[in-house]
């Protein structure tokens, strides 16, 4: 099994390979340890081929936005369609 890319990041949960875009990751942050603003909400997913990010208060709302990068970032839901194209 290979390390995650974020792994030694200040403030990283978890990553999952984006299923839109192969390649890339989405990537769950303690949010103030990471130094992002989610307006207070505990946890920043960020989408890393677009830079798309939602701020969730619970780790499993996270986890589902992490595995489904399509319902937070504009960015591949514009790539799923192209894709479907």
Same mark, same amino acid.
């Given at each position: 099994?290979?390390?995650?890319?974020?792994?030694?990041? #200040?403030?990283?949960? !978890? =990553?999952?390979?984006?299923?839109? @875009?192969? +390649?890339? $990751?989405? #990537?769950?942050?303690? !949010? =103030?340890?990471?130094?992002?603003? @989610?307006? +207070?909400? $505990?946890?920043?997913?960020?989408?890393? =081929?677009?830079?798309?990010?939602?701020?969730?208060?619970?780790?499993?709302?996270?986890?589902?936005?992490?595995?489904?990068?399509?319902?937070?970032?504009?960015?591949?839901?514009?790539?799923?369609?192209?894709?479907?194209?």
């Amino acid at each position: 099994m290979s390390e995650a890319k974020h792994a030694g990041e #200040t403030g990283f949960v !978890a =990553e999952w390979p984006n299923r839109i @875009v192969p +390649g890339q $990751k989405v #990537t769950i942050y303690r !949010a =103030e340890e990471q130094g992002i603003d @989610v307006d +207070g909400l $505990k946890f920043a997913v960020v989408c890393d =081929e677009h830079g798309s990010i939602i701020g969730e208060t619970h780790l499993p709302g996270a986890v589902i936005s992490m595995k489904n990068p399509d319902n937070f970032c504009e960015g591949c839901r514009e790539a799923q369609k192209g894709a479907s194209k």
